[in-house]
């Protein structure tokens, strides 16, 4: 915990008049709009008020005196557990763990880590989770108050499936996205005011507190923030105290002819809402093809199966096929072979990459043979095997 004395350069005995007179001081030299450009001293001046608000207050500064007397206490029991001789090089090694305070020397760090002052990145970052939802946080957040930096919207990712005729003619698609967004009213803080999390005194904002059972203590989750660390006073009535709140958007969108499968759309701006100025993210549309039945699909080409009698693959024929916008004769030549492949040209999809034209539709030809004969059909292949050309050579 942060030893609010300390920040004030002062002693547990500081009067009422010492506490204010420290702070009229420190106030004086890291005032914000003395040192418009310096971060730190923002975040000295928050300090100090916080500090200032605690101690000038003598309701709050006796329950700060009683905090900091237990952390105290326990402070001195990890001090003698970790002078017992099994403990000394891990003691050694770690020396400025051990620390209570670090520079500056009045600012009074706490040595679990977790009051530190932030950096402007670290800060940053910080806003940013606070911005999805404060109730996430691993770790409580500092509460400084410095101006909110722009932050831009997450980007969103969706997929979109359409058909191979959609791909032959294009197409105007609508496609519903939701998503949960930062909540505008508390801009992702949760609380009415725009507050931040304060950080609950039950835990001191460590989420969890130490209960005695038996011999034992045994840490429990905080009852006062349900393991959060932090509370929030009044919940933003918006989002009741999430910080975000659930979108849900139409967006029409139109699919060229001829686009290739997994291409990625990027519509621009339609992401999650940016905050503080900062721009919105942009949401990605990733094109998925269908799988169809009777076309498969190679860049611009198609292919497709026929069925042939294996009399029309010996003697040729003309037979009817389904390409993706109409019927045509397809001409077969005398003596095709089974899995031969017939190209009809310019009946694929439309070329994309700027191209204009289409691309081929392949025919592959099944050759289908009778599972049973009757007994004439028999002894006339049997008359067709003894011809002059039988048995068929292969090379
Ligand atoms: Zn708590
Ligand atoms: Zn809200």
Redesign the pocket.
Same mark, same amino acid.
């Given at each position: 915990m942060i030893d609010y004395y300390q920040v004030l350069g002062l002693t547990p005995a500081a009067s009422a008049e010492d506490i204010k007179k420290a702070y009229r001081d420190l106030a004086l030299n890291f005032h914000p709009d003395k040192n418009p450009t310096d971060q730190n001293a923002h975040t000295h001046f928050q300090l100090i008020s916080e500090a200032y608000t605690i101690l000038s207050n003598p309701k709050t500064r006796s329950e700060f005196d009683q905090e900091r007397e237990s952390a105290k206490a326990a402070e001195q029991v990890a001090t003698t557990v970790e002078s017992l001789p099994q403990a000394k090089k891990k003691k050694k090694s770690t020396p400025a763990k051990r620390k209570s305070i670090s520079l500056p020397t009045w600012f009074g760090f706490s040595n679990r880590g977790q009051r530190r002052q932030p950096t402007r990145r670290q800060h940053r970052s910080r806003a940013r989770r606070r911005q999805q939802s404060w109730w996430n946080l691993s770790s409580p957040p500092r509460p400084v108050e410095l101006p909110p930096e722009p932050t831009e919207g997450e980007d969103l990712h969706r997929e979109i499936e359409i058909t191979i005729q959609d791909i032959a003619k294009g197409v105007r698609k609508t496609v519903p996205i939701e998503y949960e967004d930062v909540?505008?009213?508390?801009?992702?803080?949760?609380? $009415?005011h725009r507050a931040e999390p304060r950080r609950c005194n039950r835990c001191d904002g460590l989420g969890t507190v130490q209960n005695l059972q038996g011999d034992y203590e045994v840490k429990e989750p905080c009852p006062s923030c349900l393991g959060k660390g932090m509370l929030i006073d009044h919940?933003?009535? $918006?989002?009741?105290?999430?910080?975000?709140?659930e979108q849900k958007r139409q967006i029409a969108i139109n699919i060229q002819p001829g686009v290739q499968d997994s291409t990625i759309l990027k519509i621009a701006n339609h992401g999650k809402s940016g905050l503080h100025g900062g721009e919105n993210g942009d949401l990605y549309l990733t094109i998925r093809q269908a799988v169809d039945e009777r076309f498969s699909r190679q860049g611009d080409d198609l292919t497709c199966e026929i069925d042939l009698d294996f009399i029309d693959a010996v003697l040729g024929a003309k037979v009817k096929i389904d390409t993706l916008d109409d019927t045509l004769d397809l001409m077969v030549p005398p003596g095709v072979q089974p899995g031969q492949i017939l190209p009809v040209p310019r009946h694929g999809l439309p070329k994309s990459n700027g191209e204009v034209g289409r691309g081929d539709l392949f025919v592959k030809v099944r050759v289908l043979l009778p599972d049973e004969v009757t007994h004439r059909q028999r002894k006339l292949l049997v008359q067709f095997y003894d011809s002059p050309n039988m048995p068929i050579k292969t090379e």
């Open positions: 909540c505008h009213h508390c801009v992702g803080s949760g609380s $009415q919940l933003c009535r $918006q989002c009741f105290g999430k910080g975000a709140i």
